[in-house]
């Protein structure tokens, strides 16, 4: 399969490396990092090492792929669209954080969209190198539920390149799911400075819990089946299994870089029927950190 993964960060580095191994893949990202991939490849380093050879650029190659895997941060999703949108391409897979995103991208594209959650960890350490820093899960389907072919072909696609794929008729469920986990996740490591595994116990985990639970009380009024003991489960289950990892959030406040919390925390806020505080706190508190450092 020809795969374009756009938005070569972190995760969309690991996911090339990995599909590179089975697959002719070309990663568009940033320089000096993309220009390193083209001159001595791609070194993915930790749970799994590899040296891979995937094109990589700047911007859209104008040539034909089977599948556009897009990685960008959700403020970026409207950009992705407008570079895929002359490109000829059979289908596009979000593995995005938040609420939206797919919608934004089918608005804007004549091919079918996929949506997708990721729960592998990954580090960009520097041009050219990539750490693997935790065996996780993609989970892939039609946005609004059911079976598509285009899902089973992705499926099969990334099983043969070594990457635990399930193709879901439930990604309605799963898309609420996966925000309950980064709402609770996500912006409580990134305030507290904190590695995952510091929301097992203690004072941070019960907010991150709270925030999971928030976020299923607003699925249900939309109404998605998603219980406040999932969410709460969900998000221990997920920081036990990633407790050496630094959440997302937290590498975009490490770096100084604006982070997601409109498409997460705060697209609970503006989903809710009723008041949910502690997800409010968390993105006014990030909100702010992201003003004061003219970052919005």
Known sequence: MRILVFGAGSLGSLLGGLLARAHDVTLVGRDPHAERVREDG????????????????TAVPAER???????????????????LASVDLDGVLSLQNGLGNEERLADALACPVLAGTCTYGARLR????????????????????GTSSLADRVGTAFDAAGIETTVA??????????????AG????????????????????????????VETAAVARERGIDLSDETAADEVERVADATAANRSSMLQDVDAGDRTEVDAINGAVVERAEEPVPVNETLTALLRAWERERGLR
């Open 42 to 57: 791609l070194r993915v380093e930790g749970e799994v090492s590899a040296h891979v050879e995937p094109a990589a650029a």
């Open 65 to 83: 792929f089977d599948l556009a895997v897009v990685t960008v941060k959700a403020f970026d999703t409207d950009a992705a669209a407008a570079a």
């Open 126 to 145: 520097g041009p050219g190198r990539v750490d693997y820093t935790g065996i996780g899960e993609v989970v892939l389907g039609p946005p609004g539920g």
């Open 169 to 182: 008729t439930d990604m309605p469920r799963r898309r609420w799911e996966k925000l309950a986990v980064n």
């Open 185 to 212: 996740i996500n912006a409580v490591t990134a305030l507290a400075r904190v590695e995952n595994g510091a929301l097992s116990e203690g004072p941070a985990g019960d907010t991150a819990r709270r925030a999971a």
